[in-house]
């Protein structure tokens, strides 16, 4: 007998050693349970399924894992049906019926797998990147040495210590004077030049 478009698709992915295993499920409620405990890379979602219809397992995957693709596989691919999909929010519509597209398919669950794994990536730098702001933050808040960030000249950051150093009651976060504003006149152009130094990577003095 013919295989099934499951059997197709997996046998495709395996015999082109793709690093992922494609997992299809029969109940809605096991789909929901696999995205919230062990996401695959790429989810692919037969269009004659019954069980599990591409629609409610797509809007699922969208609120479970955002950046999860979904691929409809159907037996044919054309503009109508591609535009139907892709409306419901799939990233492709594919199919297994021949060789053409199955190569079709390979080359998308390489292209979505690839993009999976980047945005996942990204989400994860995201996520320590906030982690080690929001450290670097309470580390500045909790010195009794006076701290301040300086991005291009104007005080972006800084701690109850760096405003008690500059006689201020307090100064508006992300929205402070240019730093030389606090500079005595007559020491404008001394702390021009340093701060010059300092972008170029000058020793002080040289």
Not at 62 to 83: C, I, K, S
Not at 165 to 190: F, K, N
Request: glycine letters at 4%; hydrophobic letters at 40%.
């Amino acid at each position: 007998p013919r295989a099934t478009p499951p059997t197709r698709c997996a046998s495709r992915c395996r015999n082109a050693a793709l690093p992922l295993r494609l997992v299809w499920f029969n109940v809605l409620a096991v789909v929901a349970a696999t995205l919230t405990r062990h996401p695959p890379y790429v989810i692919p979602c037969d269009i004659n399924s019954t069980p599990t219809p591409p629609s409610p397992v797509i809007h699922m995957a969208a609120e479970l894992r955002p950046d999860l693709p979904v691929l409809v596989v159907g037996h044919t691919v054309n503009p109508q049906e591609t535009v139907a999909a892709l409306t419901l929010g799939a990233k492709e519509l594919v199919s297994a019926d021949d060789a053409r597209h199955l190569r079709h398919l390979e080359m998308v669950v390489i292209r979505e797998y690839l993009n999976h794994l980047n945005l996942r990536n990204l989400r994860l730098t995201r996520e320590r990147l906030e982690e080690f702001e929001d450290r670097h933050r309470q580390l500045i808040k909790g010195t009794a040495d006076a701290v301040a960030q300086v991005p291009e000249g104007i005080l972006y950051t800084v701690n109850k210590a760096s405003v008690l150093l500059m006689g201020r009651e307090q100064i508006e976060p992300r929205a402070g004077p240019p730093l030389l504003d606090l500079v005595a006149l007559e020491h404008r152009s001394r702390a021009k030049d340093r701060s010059r130094e300092r972008r170029e990577g000058k020793p002080h003095g040289h």
